[in-house]
């Protein structure tokens, strides 16, 4: 039996912005499931990594999976802490790109949610001016839902935010000795 599925229209849709920060584990892993329930409600989804570079991590091969309406783009260089000088200079220009991406195409109608993964990590380590974030969560569309994820996110952002989620580690296997498992962090 095929089923007609039901999309809320953009005009009775009020874009949330959203985030998710804190010290544990699953603010990347939440924002994916809140993208794919988007996707499954038939919103197109963006998913933008400020930090992430050139890893293959699981959440790629299922997007290839789902094709043209759920897309990430790794737009960083990687690890940020402990980087020398010249590798701080192309992690801001790297970070500095992926907000002019996710300027254009938050303006661009073409998208239901943006997630701009990792860039609270961004401001933090002042790879991005906190004044242009929250220009760009000003100028965001109506409809549009906007999350942000990463640590220490700012008390701007989230003063801007309609949902914030502070994730909070009690228990981590890495303090057990146990290394990433592939699933499961990659």
Request: no cysteine; proline share 2%; hydrophobic share 40%.
């Given at each position: 039996?095929?089923?007609?599925?039901?999309?809320?229209?953009?005009?009775?849709?009020?874009?949330?912005?959203?985030?998710?920060?804190?010290?544990?584990?699953?603010?990347?892993?939440?924002?994916?499931?809140?993208?794919?329930?988007?996707?499954?409600q038939?919103?197109?989804?963006?998913?933008?990594?400020?930090?992430k570079g050139?890893?293959?991590y699981?959440?790629?091969?299922?997007?290839?999976?789902?094709g043209?309406?759920?897309?990430?783009?790794?737009?960083?260089?990687?690890?940020?802490?402990?980087?020398?000088?010249?590798e701080?200079?192309?992690?801001?220009?790297?970070?500095?790109?992926?907000?002019?991406?996710?300027?254009?195409?938050i303006?661009?109608?073409?998208?239901?949610?943006?997630?701009?993964?990792?860039?609270?990590?961004?401001?933090?380590y002042?790879?991005?001016?906190?004044?242009?974030?929250l220009?760009?969560?000003a100028?965001?569309?109506d409809?549009?839902?906007?999350?942000?994820?990463?640590?220490?996110?700012r008390?701007?952002?989230?003063?801007?935010?309609?949902?914030?989620?502070?994730?909070g580690?009690?228990k981590?296997?890495?303090k057990?000795?146990?290394?990433?498992q592939k699933?499961i962090?990659?």
């Amino acid at each position: 039996m095929h089923r007609k599925r039901s999309i809320v229209s953009m005009a009775d849709t009020k874009g949330l912005v959203i985030v998710n920060t804190g010290n544990g584990k699953g603010k990347t892993t939440a924002a994916l499931g809140l993208g794919m329930r988007a996707w499954g409600q038939g919103l197109r989804v963006l998913v933008l990594q400020f930090i992430k570079g050139n890893w293959t991590y699981g959440e790629l091969q299922a997007a290839e999976r789902m094709g043209a309406d759920f897309v990430i783009r790794q737009m960083g260089e990687g690890f940020v802490r402990n980087s020398t000088d010249d590798e701080r200079t192309d992690h801001m220009q790297a970070s500095k790109e992926a907000l002019e991406d996710a300027r254009q195409e938050i303006m661009s109608g073409a998208w239901g949610m943006i997630i701009l993964d990792e860039i609270n990590y961004a401001l933090g380590y002042g790879l991005l001016p906190v004044d242009e974030v929250l220009e760009l969560i000003a100028a965001k569309p109506d409809y549009l839902h906007l999350v942000l994820t990463g640590r220490s996110a700012r008390k701007e952002i989230i003063d801007k935010a309609d949902l914030v989620t502070e994730m909070g580690e009690i228990k981590h296997p890495y303090k057990q000795g146990i290394r990433a498992q592939k699933g499961i962090e990659f």
